[in-house]
């Protein structure tokens, strides 16, 4: 079973940066998207980015242009580097991988943006 740890969140102020960095314990098939999706208090749970094998990678509308997701293939590792945060970024961020037969999430890393 694929286990995902997340780490790399805390309490930013607006405008500051954050880089989120998610592990799986184990390869996963090569055909596959890593993804981070965040939820806030009484919300959904909503795709932020994500990025399959290959490269290709997906954004959500109010991250686009501050957040960029990238993968090292070899650590099995997806990284989503936060930029010009804003109090709205505030949730909890979860990793997510997809492939064939694996849908697995980390246990999420809080994000706190505020002054």
């Known amino acids: 079973q694929v286990q995902l740890v997340e780490s790399g969140g805390g309490l930013v102020q607006p405008g500051g940066s954050l880089r989120l960095s998610c592990a799986a314990s184990r390869s996963i098939p090569s055909s596959n998207t890593m993804g981070w999706y965040r939820q806030a208090p009484g919300k959904q749970r909503e795709l932020v980015a994500s990025i399959t094998s290959s490269g290709s990678t997906n954004y959500a509308d109010s991250v686009k242009g501050r957040f960029t997701i990238s993968r090292d293939n070899y650590k099995n590792t997806v990284y989503l580097q936060m930029n010009s945060l804003k109090p709205e970024d505030t949730a909890v961020y979860y990793c997510?991988?997809?492939?064939?037969?694996?849908?697995?999430w980390g246990q999420g890393t809080q994000v706190t943006v505020s002054s």
């Open positions: 997510n991988a997809r492939a064939s037969f694996v849908n697995a």
